[in-house]
């Protein structure tokens, strides 16, 4: 299963947020072996929503779009998605009554619009704030706030699944350049993904679906290398 | 003047590293007065970065695309750029005597390809680590390490500039659904763009590229919200 994440934001393109719920959402989604293939920023515009959304629908699994879904203007999300999908925005009567009976809020208090989902979506509930979200032909949209993207993702989470993944890394205290060879022959004995990542020391993670062989790669490589600490 | 990033690294989509290369440019291009369009994040995949550079290539001005430029088989990220202009790589000989006669680095010591760029190219000197960085037809490659990263794009810095855009932000005590009448009213009076983000209390943020607009609308919303301190 392969997925492509939309975060929509001007406040992430203006550099004032950093894209945590990215990171969040994808280490969740790895951990039960689902692929993410994209992760793309777009501004709180619906045609750049919707155009992004239909993109990725068509080549990956599942799309999980996170932004603001709330009552104010800039709250364009749903809006895009919903082109994206080409249906109306409408009340959802279900998501209405939830919002009233489990959020406790009076149903005059709520602004218009505050249920509004593409039409014929699933509603999903925000247990953390008030607006919901929605799923509907493979695309989930979820609250931009992190805490509320969380709290959401949780109760759908169990419909993301995949081929897990198991994963080593070995640190190595010489020059990536030097390892080279080493990466080479590690690629070519066993059927594992390598990825080195330089810093104070070279970080080798090694990746495959099956347990065994990562660990019998990290362990090759761990016989071959400098760990000694001393630093590159 | 607009601009797309480009971020490749499958540690980014597997949730072990968050974007702040991508935070980091944002801010710096928007306080320039450049807009930030796109940020996309890619695997390490020649295909995929090639793809993603040459749509973006096609919309922006400017495409500034991050990612492993060093010697190992996962640091594909020049590959991908030379694919999508169609450039072969090739050792660039001003670079590669760069990082001898600056770099301090033995020639003999360089693992082959460290110097190669897509033909033509500008190289971008690395004052940090070693591997240069490109720029070419608008296209400019970045190392994936932050401190390169941000050392590398301070010396192309000037070359994007905008038109900038000034803001303020006023705080309200009240809940965001209250506040959504003078939002609307600010947004009239006001040649301004208004962004609102909820947390225990709702930021409003307000642009243009007109500073006392700015200014006067800033005041204008302040002598009407509670900012009283007491929450929400």
């Avoid at 249906?87 to 009076?106: F, Q, S, T």
């Avoid at 805490?147 to 081929?163: H, K, P, Y």
Wanted: hydrophobic share 40%.
């Amino acid at each position: 299963m392969d997925v492509a994440i939309v975060t929509v934001g001007d406040e992430l393109l203006a550099g004032r947020t950093t894209n945590t719920n990215a990171t969040w959402l994808c280490e969740r989604l790895v951990d039960r072996g689902v692929a993410v293939e994209r992760i793309t920023t777009v501004p709180d515009r619906i045609g750049e929503i919707a155009r992004v959304v239909n993109e990725y629908r068509a080549e990956y699994d599942s799309v999980i779009v996170t932004g603001g879904v709330g009552p104010t203007h800039d709250d364009v999300t749903m809006d895009g998605v919903a082109a994206a999908l080409g249906r109306d925005l409408e009340e959802h009567p279900a998501a209405l009554a939830w919002i009233v009976e489990e959020g406790g809020y009076a149903r005059e208090d709520l602004t218009d619009g505050t249920a509004d989902l593409p039409a014929g979506a699933r509603p999903l509930h925000n247990g953390v704030g008030v607006a919901p979200g929605a799923a509907l032909e493979g695309v989930y949209v979820l609250p931009g706030v992190p805490a509320e993207m969380r709290g959401m993702f949780e109760t759908i989470e169990s419909e993301f699944t995949g081929q897990k993944r198991f994963r080593e890394v070995v640190v190595a205290d010489e020059p990536e350049s030097a390892l080279l060879e080493r990466l080479e022959a590690l690629r070519t004995e066993f059927d594992v993904s390598v990825g080195s990542y330089p810093g104070n020391s070279v970080r080798v993670s090694i990746e495959s679906t099956d347990e065994a062989t990562v660990e019998a790669a990290a362990a090759w490589l761990r016989e071959r290398v400098d760990s000694s600490g001393r630093g590159t």
